[in-house]
């Protein structure tokens, strides 16, 4: 089992906001980072230390953190955000990587 | 603009070690600015990091694949590899070579490539 918790699946409606979590202990030290994956393709970078886009990004991906729980918030949901969401930090030894166990996202 | 390549067998018998390797275009794997990763993940699965190395040939392994895992870089052909030993059908995956920045996010992933273990 990971040690970054996500829940295994949400929906959204088309236009509307969406958060999507991530929960471990490391969250409480290190920063997050977010990936969208699309079927059949690789992982891209959406948020970086905490709160920060890529070039290419679109402003509507916020990333955000409290606790121990890191947030990936999509404001205005597009059928194009419909994807696999994969949050990445440092294990409870914070000397080694994971990822939590993602999330599918899924646009009405 | 920096893209990566992954290359190697596509079949590997259990027992025997799974070869891959990444090459770097666009960009040095001497820049001391990134750590050069690899990530695998499963059929219908998630995703889960197997290591990193630098391009001093310092490196930082998966707990717990460590026991079969090497990595290296051959800044001669701007390539870096990954080496995993004694495969098992668990090992059947999709694998990513990425790089990593200091702040230990991947911000550029290679196109992956699906390493299957079967006899």
């Known amino acids: 089992s990971s040690e970054l918790t996500q829940d295994p699946a949400v929906s959204v409606a088309l236009g509307q906001t969406v958060r999507i979590t991530c929960q471990g202990d490391s969250l409480r030290s290190y920063y997050a980072s977010w990936y969208q994956q699309k079927p059949g393709q690789a992982p891209v970078l959406v948020i970086y230390d905490k709160n920060n886009r890529p070039s290419g990004i679109p402003d509507r991906f916020s990333g955000s953190s409290s606790g121990n729980t890191a947030s990936l918030t999509i404001t205005g949901a597009q059928a194009e955000d419909e994807a696999d969401y994969y949050c990445?930090?440092?294990?409870?030894?914070?000397?080694?990587?994971?990822f939590g166990g993602g999330t599918k996202l899924t646009v009405l | 603009q920096v893209q990566l390549q992954e290359s190697g067998p596509g079949l590997v018998k259990p027992s025997e070690t799974l070869s891959l390797t990444c090459t770097v275009s666009g960009g040095s794997v001497s820049s001391g600015s990134y750590y050069w990763s690899w990530i695998r993940q499963p059929p219908g699965k998630g995703l889960e990091w197997i290591g990193y190395i630098y391009y001093s040939g310092s490196t930082n392994y998966n707990p717990s694949l460590k026991s079969r895992v090497t990595t290296s870089v051959d800044t001669s052909k701007n390539q870096f590899s990954l080496k995993l030993s004694s495969v098992t059908a668990a090992d059947t995956a999709v694998y990513y070579c990425?790089?990593?920045?200091?702040?230990?996010?991947?911000?550029?992933w290679g196109r992956g490539t699906l390493v299957t273990v079967s006899s």
């Open positions: 990445n930090s440092r294990d409870s030894s914070a000397n080694h990587l994971v």
């Open positions: 990425a790089k990593m920045r200091a702040s230990w996010y991947f911000d550029l």
